[in-house]
T-cell receptor, first 116, second 117 residues
Framework: AQSVSQHNHHVILSEAASLELGCNYS??????LFWYVQYPGQHLQLLLK????DPLVKGIKGFEAEFIKSKFSFNLRKPSVQWSDTAEYFC??????????????WGLGTSLAVNP | GAVVSQHPSWVICKSGTSVKIECRSL??????MFWYRQFPKQSLMLMAT?????????EQGVEKDKFLINHASLTLSTLTVTSAHPEDSSFYIC?????????????FGEGSWLTVV
């Protein structure tokens, strides 16, 4: 079955710590991958996306993610987090295959709390 | 656990007709729901914030008379695409936050794929 799994449901870090949030997908065929962030009280915002090309994708606010096809992974990283990075992070995948595979599949999300 | 359900998952309609998409929070009450749209090979675009008992807040460039949002109860928000045209064909998804104490968990519907022919 098609699925996206995020490894950590809750993460607590201190400022300046490094961040890596895991995301694995289970999808056949070509896949598009996304990381979204939702700050408290706000709507979803796109952090970064991977469609093709360079597997290391750089997004906004210093985030990056690496697509590793052999591991079916798309982990999100940031070298040094800030208190303002406290938010919910969602990994999502969308297949380019026709028919039912066009539906977005979402991970359950990871709640990140950064202590000042 | 908490679930947000969308209906229908797939809908095909004729150009000029209207179609309604429902978003329900099944185990919790949601005073706010968000409606998104996704074009092929693009990311989600926020269309509007649906507020229970009051008018929705639309994002810039989204026609409120074309995309009617109604949030009449704490568990149901509807998006009606009026006088649909082929360019309205897209993937629509809703989300609702479940607020617990100081934090909240965001739940998403499964999405609705609209094709206008």
């Amino acid at each position: 079955a098609q699925s996206v799994s995020q490894h950590n449901h809750h993460v607590i870090l201190s400022e300046a710590a490094s961040l890596e949030l895991g995301c694995n997908y289970s999808y056949g065929g070509t896949v598009n991958l996304f990381w979204y962030v939702q700050y408290p009280g706000q709507h979803l915002q796109l952090l970064l996306k991977y469609f093709s090309g360079d597997p290391l994708v750089k997004g906004i606010k210093g985030f990056e993610a690496e697509f590793i096809k052999s591991k079916f992974s798309f982990n999100l990283r940031k070298p040094s987090v800030q208190w303002s990075d406290t938010a919910e992070y969602f990994c999502a995948a969308s297949s380019l295959n026709a028919g039912n595979n066009r539906k977005l599949i979402w991970g359950l999300g990871t709640s990140l709390a950064v202590n000042p | 656990g908490a679930v947000v359900s969308q209906h229908p998952s797939w809908v095909i309609c004729k150009s000029g007709t209207s179609v309604k998409i429902e978003c329900r929070s099944l185990d919790f009450q949601a005073t706010t729901m968000f409606w998104y749209r996704q074009f092929p090979k693009q990311s989600l675009m926020l269309m509007a914030t649906s507020n229970e008992g009051s008018k929705a807040t639309y994002e810039q460039g989204v026609e409120k008379d074309k995309f009617l949002i109604n949030h009449a109860s704490l568990t149901l928000s509807t998006l009606t695409v009026t006088s649909a045209h082929p360019e309205d064909s897209s993937f629509y998804i809703c989300s609702a936050p479940l607020i617990r104490g100081a934090g909240n968990t965001i739940y998403f519907g499964e999405g609705s794929w609209l094709t206008v022919v």
